[in-house]
């Protein structure tokens, strides 16, 4: 499989088939029992084998958050970084190291408020890295306060009337950014969670997976129509490259374009099979990506898309940044760091 993974082709392969056991390190893992983050971790863990890298080559940041506790509980290399910083640090070692992989675990309140500025630039940049986004609309290691995406009217220790602000959509964020791969997937579901995983590690440069996780203490059952069996498939719409848009227990429900060019949720009975909308995620633009992004509700999760919404080929960053560096070599020879810091391009502060 990993012959087919550009954004790997360049990092060494292990010497010897892997197991989960195998990516599991000898830290107890401390998250509140029956936390969403659990669920996660054994999907990584589980899925990190079928790269066939050595461990020593991955290499997993975080910032500051209950999710960032992450790389304790790797049996590769990691950092657990400042608050809001790991796409940062992780492009530096994108950019200087190709023989890596680098993944950034961070959560809704580390990457979208103190760290929004990075979480943008990096994928601007398309920098080749794989940032997975717990979203839980909390603040839980700071015990419950609203965070970035929280809806509008949660009321928390830090807005009992309800908050105020209106929230963010990360993938609507990612994609108005130009990032190049965007899915949103569940914690619960491991057989999706795994399937986007696979197609996120199989892209070059940034790709933003945002994962929809329960915080049982402090946002118990904040995705529970998404989960509760009863409820999933009214609710939820499956994103998948090629097929039509189509949803509900027994897909009677689509993704049409109306007259006016917005798209909307229409009963296929009504409007026909051949009204139903296509998913394209390699289309350049990413207008209808972007539409999709917003069709679900924030307070009852109605209409709510999973699965990748966007995934085009664009140089990655630091592959530019290498190429670059080549070329100017090649020309011009080393560059001398000491000239460059001994030179006329100087000046004195008083």
Same mark, same amino acid.
């Not at 020593?56 to 290399?77: A, D, K, L, Q």
């Not at 990075?118 to 603040?139: E, S, T």
């Given at each position: ?38 669920? =996660? ?45 790991? +796409? ?9 190291? +190709? ?42 290691? $700071? ?12 009321? $928390?220790?830090? $807005? ?10 990360? =993938? ?7 990032? $190049? ?143 670059? =560096? ?22 004195? =502060?008083?």
């Amino acid at each position: 499989m990993t012959d087919t993974l550009p954004s790997l082709t360049l990092v060494p392969k292990a010497d010897s088939p892997q197991s989960a056991k195998d990516f599991k390190s000898d830290q107890e893992v401390r998250w509140c029992p029956g936390c969403g983050d659990y669920a =996660v971790l054994a999907a990584v863990q589980g899925f990190l084998p079928e790269l066939g890298l050595r461990r020593e080559n991955i290499v997993f940041v975080s910032g500051i958050g209950c999710s960032s506790r992450f790389p304790y509980y790797m049996n590769t290399y990691g950092m657990h970084s400042i608050h809001g910083r790991a +796409p940062a640090i992780a492009t530096g070692l994108a950019v200087t190291r +190709p023989d890596l992989s680098v993944w950034v675990v961070t959560g809704d309140g580390d990457s979208l408020s103190i760290g929004g500025n990075h979480l943008i630039h990096a994928l601007r940049r398309n920098v080749n890295l794989k940032i997975l986004l717990f979203n839980n609309r909390i603040y839980g290691l $700071t015990k419950g306060q609203y965070s970035p995406t929280s809806e509008q009217g949660k009321i $928390t220790k830090s $807005t009992p009337q309800g908050s105020l602000d209106y929230a963010f959509n990360p =993938v609507s964020l990612a994609l108005g950014a130009e990032a $190049t791969f965007v899915a949103r997937t569940i914690d619960s579901d491991r057989k999706h969670l795994t399937e986007v995983l696979r197609q996120a590690a199989a892209h070059e440069g940034t790709a933003l997976v945002e994962i929809y996780q329960n915080c049982n203490i402090f946002n118990d059952g904040a995705f529970e129509p998404l989960k509760d069996s009863d409820t999933r498939d009214d609710v939820t719409m499956r994103l998948v490259h090629g097929e039509p848009i189509r949803f509900g227990k027994d897909l009677e429900k689509g993704v049409i374009r109306t007259d006016d060019g917005h798209i909307t949720v229409a009963d296929v009975a009504e409007v026909g099979e051949d009204a139903i909308l296509r998913h394209d995620a390699h289309a350049k633009d990413p207008g209808l990506a972007f539409a999709l992004s917003r069709l679900s509700n924030p307070r009852t999760l109605e209409n709510t898309p999973i699965g990748v919404f966007r995934d085009i080929e664009r140089p990655s960053y630091d592959r530019l940044v290498r190429d670059q =560096v080549a070329d100017v070599t090649a020309r011009e020879g080393v560059g001398d760091l000491q000239s460059l810091l001994t030179g006329s391009d100087t000046w004195t =502060v008083n």
